[in-house]
């Protein structure tokens, strides 16, 4: 039997409460991970401001629940880049053009979701003092 082919012991899944506590100790492990990014601490900040501005405007409830939307999908995006990023480097840590794609999609999605948020501010802005 060459490597490829042996049998290879089962492995066990949890399930229930142990599989939910694993998953909230990996999503904990991603969140500290995304913590020592610097433009996830400054998305962070930028997330209090917008809430202190939309305070501020007195936006609507929907409003609110489009800006936590889409400020947990900012985040979520930039931790995507992060582990983009993280797998580029591991795999390719010389200098190629697939990696520089990959790692330009990565940070073009996140601007695209910086984009989306700030268009939300602007609408409610133009809502508050304009309409």
Avoid at 70 to 77: E, M
Avoid at 110 to 119: E, F, Q, T
Wanted: aromatic share 10%.
């Amino acid at each position: 039997m060459d490597q490829y082919t042996k049998a290879r012991p089962a492995i066990r899944k949890l399930t229930g409460l142990q599989h939910f506590r694993a998953a909230a100790g990996y999503s904990a492990g991603g969140a500290r991970r995304a913590w020592q990014e610097s433009a996830f601490r400054q998305e962070l900040g930028a997330g209090l401001c917008l809430t202190v501005t939309y305070l501020l405007l007195g936006a609507d409830l929907a409003i609110w629940i489009a800006a936590i939307v889409l400020f947990l999908l900012l985040l979520a995006i930039e931790a995507l880049n992060t582990a983009i990023e993280e797998i580029v480097d591991r795999i390719s840590p010389e200098l190629s053009t697939t990696g520089r794609h990959a790692k330009d999609l990565g940070s073009f999605a996140v601007l695209c979701a910086i984009s989306a948020n700030g268009a939300l501010l602007l609408y409610a802005t133009v809502l508050r003092f304009f309409l």
